[in-house]
């Protein structure tokens, strides 16, 4: 499966990306099949994002799945991918 292109808004710092679909937005981190390997570059993605103040927020539907960056590292999104993420 090809990703489509997501509905992408911004607001000062903020990214969100809107899919149409979950299996769309798991394709995300599917370049990284390893569980090891998506949770590390998720975690990086996070990281890069916070280092420069941004924040990501992913979508299906108008609905939150996953947060990064700026001190969010959290989502249903992320825990489907085998990513924990600290409380």
Do not use: C, Y
């Not at 990703?3 to 990284?32: C, G, H, Y």
């Not at 941004?54 to 700026?70: F, T, Y």
């Amino acid at each position: 499966m090809t990703m489509s292109a997501p509905m992408v808004e911004t607001d000062q710092n903020r990214i969100v990306l809107n899919f149409d679909s979950l299996d769309q937005a798991l394709q995300l981190l599917k370049p990284w099949a390893h569980p090891q390997l998506r949770a590390d570059a998720a975690r990086k993605i996070h990281g890069a994002l916070e280092a420069v103040g941004l924040q990501l927020e992913v979508r299906v539907k108008g609905v939150p799945v996953a947060q990064m960056g700026s001190g969010d590292f959290h989502g249903s999104l992320l825990a489907l991918l085998g990513v924990s993420t600290p409380r």
